[in-house]
Structure formats: structure tokens, C-alpha cells
């Protein structure tokens, strides 16, 4: 029973990949929609000794976003770096005003990192380096932040952990 939930896992993974939900554009502030992110990410980091950090000013400037789908993706990339810090560590969410009237949001493991020869690789489809990983939830990241006509960028350091870089434009 465990396989077939985890194959309907993949399966809805993958329609969600082919055929994303509509778009619904909206004003979205990034310190609320990262504090509910944090909140949901907490009890998997609490489990694994992992303690959370937030800092996103409030006075920030407002991206065009769709908050759920937005909020999905930044809750992967959260618990990835949960599952990246099985002895604990520290994962940290951070916002900031870019150049080019431009929002960063960086989520940050002091996990194992991603070897070199797999980095160019990560957002590949079924691509996975996890035992259990289906290889679904970084496409998904990238697509979502493809989506909204933003940038991902991406920074490992073999067993230091990993930075991920969300550039989005301003509303």
C-alpha cells in the first residue's frame, strides 16, 4: 500500500507538471506568505533538530503571485532542506529587495548539499539523488517560479548545505 501511494504520488506529481492550475495573480506580501511557510516547515524541522530562521521585512515590495502555488513551492524547497539535515542544522528563509525593481527569496540547509556533477541536473524531471525522492518536487519549483516569470538560482556546497534563489519582479 505504501507503493501505490507513493506511485499515485508521482502519477499526480507529474499531471501537476504537464498541466498546472490556472494563474491567479494577486498582490502577494512575501513576509505573510513565508511566516505561514515557516509555521508549516516547522514541525518537520522540530522533528530533526533543524531550527528555522525568517527574515522578510514587512515593508517589502509586493510581487504578482499566485499565493498557493507560490506557497507550495517554497514549502518544497523548505522541507528539502529539512530532509537534507538528518543530524540538524539550520534552515533559513530569508526576502530582500533586488536590483531592477526585483524581489529575492532565498531559502538556505546546512545540510549535505548537492555533489557538482548532479547540480545541473536537479530540476530535471525524475531526476532525484534521494532514496525515496520521486524526482517531481524541484521540476515543480522551477516550473511554479518559471510561471510567474521569475529566475531560480542555485549555489552548493558539498556537505555545508545549499541556497536557493528566487529573483521575482516587483508588482
Known amino acids: 500500500s505504501k507503493e501505490i501511494r507513493r506511485l499515485d504520488e508521482v502519477v ?7 498541466r498546472p492550475d490556472e494563474l491567479k495573480l494577486q498582490p502577494v506580501r512575501l513576509a505573510t506568505l513565508i511566516s505561514d511557510v515557516a509555521t508549516t516547515a516547522s ?9 528555522v530562521s525568517v527574515d522578510c521585512p514587512g515593508q517589502l515590495p509586493e510581487i504578482n503571485a499566485d499565493p498557493g502555488m507560490l506557497g507550495q513551492a517554497l514549502l518544497n524547497l ?3 532542506g529539512c530532509q537534507a539535515m538528518a543530524d540538524g542544522g539550520t534552515l533559513k528563509i530569508g526576502c530582500r529587495a533586488g536590483g531592477r525593481h526585483t524581489v529575492q527569496v532565498d531559502v538556505e540547509d546546512t545540510g549535505v548539499g548537492i555533489p557538482p556533477e548532479h547540480l545541473g541536473r536537479i530540476f530535471d524531471l525524475y531526476f532525484t539523488t534521494k532514496d525515496k525522492g520521486s524526482g517531481i518536487g524541484l521540476s515543480m519549483v522551477y516550473r511554479i517560479v518559471q ?16 541556497r536557493f534563489r528566487l529573483i521575482f519582479p516587483q508588482a
Open 147 to 162: 510561471l510567474h516569470d521569475g529566475e531560480v538560482e542555485v549555489q552548493s556546497t558539498p556537505g555545508r548545505g545549499m
Open 78 to 80: 523548505a522541507l528539502n
Open 12 to 18: 499526480n506529481g507529474f499531471l501537476k507538471f504537464a
Open 43 to 51: 514541525a518537520e524541522a522540530e522533528r530533526r533538530g533543524i531550527t
